[in-house]
């Protein structure tokens, strides 16, 4: 790593392995031997199309994704299916089920209300600090699918066991936990991700369908989030986000080299586990999740005496960790460390911690 990288603990857009930067800056200006860059051709040419099927294919294996689904590489953000999955799965005047355990989970219910007669909150969590039983949600008979947030970025809470919901599709935002630890595709409905936290670059979402649910949507769903056409299009129905799908590939590959998404999954407990461990430790640090829900790529604490917020920001900066401050809606700090980040990153944040606390605690 140069001197000039900080270790960036951003939620999103999150930090890329320095490997994946290189590369691209190696293909900058002629991506092998075309003469241009990949942001200059033609997502319909020879060298786009390689570039996106082999993106699709490393996907799939990375994630042992089944033959019936569909992988599709999409704009708008995972925001942008907040209102597609409503639009796609559920008739008008459909009913659906959501699981609110966090800010996203608040947010895809908001958007899912208006294109839903009948939008139940299946549980709600106050405050947003656990994962309540299944025991304790209200599941409807004749929902079009159930949503859930396995992993609430903002919130830092994860989901440590899977909905059982028999025959209703299961709809899951995994946009912070996608690739970071393994998920059981065939579990789900639908998987949706924006790109930007473990994927690669903002602009591109990644979901997952299975096929017997395409072919649901209502008449005017837009064509750019109807899943049916954009799956016979190859995701390409309008100018796809290039760019930005080629570095999901290079991310992909170097996922792959890493050993795979339980290899990296063996590395992020590691990193979560001593992060947690230091917090807990501390008289000064403090994380008020439920142990059995605590993320472990999103890791928000708090300060005892919020004074020492500022200071801790500025000192963390000055030592080359950036972007620790917590969502605005929440306050407090919080350490994003998906994939991209190194454990050597970690490492140099607990020992910062232990030294602020030092010097203030
Ligand atoms: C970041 C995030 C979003 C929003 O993603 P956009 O791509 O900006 O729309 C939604 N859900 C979760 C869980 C996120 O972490």
Redesign the pocket.
Known sequence: MSNSRTYNFS??PAALPAAVLEQAKNDLLSYRGSGMSVMEMSHRGRDFIAIARAAEADLRDLMQIGADYQVLFVQ?????QFAAVPMNLAPQGGAADYLVTGI?GE??FAEGRKYLDRARLAAVTDPHTYVPPQGDWQLSADAAYLHI?P???INGVAFDTLPEVGDIPLVA?V??IILSQPIDVSRFGVLYA????NIGP?GL?VLIVRDDLLGRSRPQTPAIWEWATLAKAGSMINTPPTYSWYIAGLMFRWLAEQGGVAAIAQVNRRKADKLYAAIDDSGLYANPVAPANRSRVNVPFTLARPELDQPFLAQAREAGLVNLEGHRSVGGMRASIYNGMPEAGVDALIAFMREFERAHG
Do not use: H, I, R
């Open positions: 939620a999103g708008g953000g995972a925001t942008g996203w947010k895809a947030t992993n609430e970025t935002d946009s912070s924006g790109a930007q936290k903002a979402a």
